[in-house]
């Protein structure tokens, strides 16, 4: 037998008579210790609950999708790293790496080849397609991906795929041609980190520049370095030093997710959903023209503090909202990179006459371009505007 059992089935314990085998305690989670059983036999009778079997002889199962990204590109000279294209597959990447036979059997296929700038709804839910088929084979699942969107890909998976398996996204920010191409190190760490039993139960992971942080708030905080993913806020969830992965915390979810299945036996397109960044002296009628000519089901606003956003404008956003029955929804998140948008920040009537801001929703912790996707996934389940408020409330906002 091979590969992990579901966690949350039942006890029924039973290894063959002659095997040989050792218990083994896991400490990552102090709380819900998993009693590892590990044995050497050709034969097992049945296994689960909250001990999990693995036989010593195999190795985790593990799939490397291609997508894209400086990860997969290639520059004129070693220096370049600036206006490179994306000119590699996945195989020559996967040939790029150490020898990872003694950890995983390790396999790879091309889904996209992109810069993470050309991602849209399409190209979202063939991946998701596929991750989807292949979890059914695979012990866990690595992404190389552009970094320019990769933490909109990371929450769009982590907020439609529920599996306990890892899921690993990792890219570059230097060109596999460039000296020091940080793409070989991010792609190797990830395989070995969707390979561990450790890296579990954790969501999807964004492994780049040895930190291993959560896709649900990881953002890319700087257009060039190779130190760019952070999560404010929230911080890391472990880290990765020669050869070891190091998480601080146990195997645990974050806060507020909420699934959402999507039937790809249908057509999705998924809403639009722009976003508009606030400033001084912000013109109303760009307001208007997101919404009314761009056909928008709801709209994001990443306003200039915790929801700030000029009386005239509040007034504007108000009025429309009127028009459309209050059914159309506007997401109050914020432009600066760390903090949140409370609901206490937003009020409850705008204007001299108090026309009521019912439509207006605080976006809690996410950034604009993580909320607009959870808008998306809200529309299109058909979901109204309690209920929208009560999953952005998930995320401390609502
Ligand atoms: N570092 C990168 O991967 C940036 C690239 N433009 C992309 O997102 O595809």
Redesign the pocket.
């Known amino acids: 037998m091979s590969g992990p059992t579901d966690p949350s089935s039942p006890v029924i314990l039973a290894v063959p008579e002659d095997a040989n085998f050792q218990i083994e305690h896991d400490t990552h989670d102090a709380e819900h210790p998993i009693f590892k059983i590990k044995y050497r036999s050709n034969s097992v009778i049945s296994t689960g609950g909250l001990s999990e079997i693995s036989n010593l002889d195999t190795l985790p199962i593990v799939k490397v999708l291609g997508t ?4 997969a590109s290639k520059g004129s000279s070693s220096h370049q790293t600036a206006g490179y294209k994306v000119d590699l597959t996945i195989e020559e990447l996967c040939m790029s790496i150490p020898d990872l036979s003694s950890t995983c059997t390790l396999e790879y296929e091309q889904v996209l080849n992109l ?3 050309e991602f849209g709804t399409e190209e979202l839910l063939l991946l998701h397609a596929k991750i989807q088929e292949d979890l059914a084979k695979y012990d866990g699942i690595i992404i190389t991906h ?4 990769m933490e909109e890909t990371a929450f769009f998976l982590q907020m439609t795929i529920n599996t306990y398996k890892p899921i690993v996204m990792c ?3 230097r060109p596999s041609t460039a000296i020091s191409s940080d793409g070989p190190m991010n792609l190797y760490q990830a395989i070995v980190i969707a390979s561990s039993r450790s890296s579990r139960g954790r969501g999807v992971l964004v492994a780049l520049n040895d930190r291993i942080g959560s896709g649900f708030y990881i953002t890319k905080s700087n257009a060039n370095s190779l130190d760019t993913f952070k999560s404010i806020g929230q911080g890391y969830l472990g880290n990765f030093v020669n050869n070891e992965i190091h998480y601080y915390y146990p195997a645990a979810k974050p806060l507020g997710i909420r699934y959402f299945n999507l039937n790809l036996a249908s057509k999705i397109d998924l809403p639009e959903v722009p976003i508009l960044f606030a400033h001084q002296g912000l013109n109303n009628k760009i307001i208007e023209i997101a919404i009314e000519q761009l056909g928008a089901k709801g709209l994001v606003l990443a306003t200039m503090g915790a929801g700030s956003m000029a009386d005239k404008s509040n007034e504007f956003i108000a009025k429309l909202c009127q028009k459309y029955g209050d059914k159309f929804p506007v997401i109050y998140s914020k432009r600066a990179m760390d903090g949140m948008v409370p609901k206490g920040s937003l009020p409850q009537s705008v204007g001299s006459d108090l026309i009521p801001f019912d439509c207006a929703i605080a976006l809690g912790y996410l950034n604009p371009q993580k909320s607009r996707i959870l808008l998306q996934l809200c529309l299109n389940e058909g979901l109204n505007l309690s209920e929208i408020k009560h999953i952005f409330g998930g995320v401390y906002g609502g």
């Not at 894209?68 to 990860?71: K, P, R, V």
């Not at 552009?146 to 969107?149: E, M």
């Open positions: 894209g990204g400086t990860i810069d993470s700038k552009g970094t320019d969107t890219g570059s920010m």
